[in-house]
């Protein structure tokens, strides 16, 4: 067999990547038409492709490499990882070096009491044993049958049966019977879209109590955990009113719910802080981790659990649940590298006090674009929503989708990574971007959305619904 490289032409690889990869959340068969943008390198916020393109990458992959492309330091920590220890399981009574330094780490920068880590090989997994873990916790309390858990519709936490459960999405639940048996989702604090002529906080009061109303309804002898992102990622990076977290907290407390963080894209300096938890003011009983945990050098997730669920849990023997690679000894030794150099290089500070405040001031700055209703900002995650009609805050005539989907276009076509999630488009850049890396970003940005405009002008799109 010839060997597949890097120099091979672009033609040849699309056709053996249609020939033989089916690509996640992808319609194959189009994507086979025209062929896959093929990915060569990265360095820094920026990648290569094979047509030799440069693209600054806006996403940070999938929300995921913090620290930017290309860094020798964690490629050798891997490398000498694996030369020393490249696999061994943490089952069966045994444990090793990365595991436990890299549960020690997390343990110390989680807030409160979340001092036990159950390692998993990602976002999804970890969800999955969330599932397992607060089903379990109660059956050792003796109330078995507390075991439904509320989430929210367009909350994301994954696509495996459990977590494709706990999100969302009624795209992923149409594929496959799902959500589970006792999983509810109660709506969204997504206030631009869905908030009418409500004032910003009274709304975000409202869909809190939706939650008080749900646990009601279903009882909360019957209520597990209550789960959701800090700041709603896939589904558009949407920021919650302030009024929103308290109010959920408070009610998680008065029922007895367990409240769980999933902190897959807002864990790690996403948004200014280790945790979102620390930014929204949130006391989650379990984090969900996983992405900024490694920068997505290597592939991790876990979930971060206070002392009275661990100890409760452990101490009821066996908890039948793990992973071959929970707590990978490569994985947990490039996290834990991951983690000691955001501190050495203060990535926290230059988030908070850099890179947040220039980007905060250009990204605002788009709201005066004809197109953008709202520009969002926590942190280094942000959104903007498109809008026929600014004052209404109106959705387009067309199809949900179609104006974004043209935009993502756009952006493609002017080497900028920025997706859209419907018609808003979403930010996730590396933490580590530099001001002159966001003046071309947002020289790229606005270029793609005023051709955008022009075209949506020209083909009589820009009506409202
Ligand atoms: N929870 C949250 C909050 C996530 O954002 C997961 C769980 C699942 O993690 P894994 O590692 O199993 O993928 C996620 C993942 C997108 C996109 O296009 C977002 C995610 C994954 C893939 C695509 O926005 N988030």
């Given at each position: 067999m010839t060997q597949i490289t890097n120099h091979m032409p672009t033609k040849e690889l699309q056709a053996l990547d249609a020939a033989h990869h089916m690509h996640p959340f992808t319609a194959d068969a189009e994507l086979a038409k025209k062929g896959a943008r093929i990915i060569t390198r990265g360095k820094g916020v920026y990648l290569n492709d094979s047509e030799g393109n440069e693209i600054l990458d806006a996403m940070a992959g999938l929300w995921c490499v913090n620290l930017g492309y290309g860094r020798k330091d964690l490629a050798q920590v891997a490398a000498r990882q694996m030369e020393e220890l490249c696999y061994y399981n943490t089952f069966f009574q045994t444990s090793h070096v990365p595991a436990i330094a890299l549960a020690a780490k997390i343990a110390e920068l989680a807030p409160g009491d979340l001092n036990h880590v159950f390692y998993a090989g990602s976002g999804s997994e970890a969800n999955d044993t969330n599932i397992r873990l607060v089903r379990?916790?109660?059956?050792?309390?003796?109330?078995?049958?507390?075991?439904?858990?509320?989430?929210?519709?367009?909350?994301?936490h994954g696509s495996t049966m459990g977590?494709?459960?706990?999100?969302?999405?009624?795209?992923?639940?149409?594929?496959?019977?799902?959500?589970?048996?006792?999983?509810?989702?109660?709506?969204?604090?997504?206030?631009?879209?869905?908030?009418?002529?409500?004032?910003?906080?009274?709304?975000?009061?409202?869909?809190?109590?939706?939650?008080?109303?749900?646990?009601?309804?279903?009882?909360?002898?019957?209520?597990?955990?209550?789960?959701?992102?800090?700041?709603?990622?896939?589904g558009g990076v949407i920021i919650p009113p302030a009024t929103y977290w308290p109010e959920i907290q408070r009610i998680c407390e008065k029922h007895n719910v367990l409240l769980i963080a999933d902190e897959v894209i807002t864990g790690f300096g996403r948004t200014g802080n280790w945790f979102g938890s620390n930014t929204l003011g949130i006391k989650p009983h379990i984090m969900t981790i996983a992405k900024g945990l490694s920068s997505g050098y290597a592939p991790i997730g876990g979930s971060?659990?206070?002392?009275?669920?661990?100890?409760?849990?452990?101490?009821a023997g066996d908890f039948n649940h793990g992973y071959t690679y929970s707590g990978h000894p490569v994985a947990a030794a490039v996290a834990l590298r991951n983690l000691e150099i955001m501190e050495e290089e203060s990535i926290l500070d230059h988030v908070?006090?850099?890179?947040h405040p220039y980007l905060y001031e250009r990204w605002k700055a788009l709201e005066d674009h004809p197109l953008v209703g709202e520009a969002v900002l926590v942190g280094l995650m942000g959104s903007i929503a498109m809008t026929p009609d600014k004052k209404t805050r109106a959705a387009f005539a067309s199809e949900a989708g179609t104006v974004g989907y043209r935009c993502r276009e756009r952006c493609f076509a002017n080497n900028l990574v920025m997706r859209h999630v419907?018609?808003?488009?979403?930010?996730?850049?590396?933490?580590v971007i530099k001001p002159e890396e966001i003046d071309v970003f947002i020289k790229r940005a606005t270029k793609s959305l005023d051709e955008t405009y022009a075209s949506l002008?020209?083909?009589?799109?820009?009506t409202a619904a």
């Open positions: 379990r916790y109660w059956d050792v309390k003796g109330k078995p049958e507390k075991k439904v858990i509320i989430a929210r519709k367009n909350g994301y977590g494709g459960s706990l999100g969302g999405m009624t795209g992923i639940w149409e594929q496959g019977g799902l959500p589970i048996p006792d999983i509810t989702h109660i709506d969204q604090p997504y206030w631009y879209g869905e908030g009418g002529d409500m004032d910003r906080d009274e709304f975000g009061l409202m869909r809190a109590r939706a939650l008080e109303t749900e646990i009601e309804r279903i009882g909360a002898d019957k209520v597990a955990a209550f789960i959701g992102e800090p700041v709603q990622g896939a971060v659990v206070c002392d009275e669920i661990a100890a409760t849990v452990g101490g908070r006090n850099v890179a419907g018609d808003r488009m979403i930010i996730s850049p590396p933490l002008k020209a083909d009589g799109l820009l």
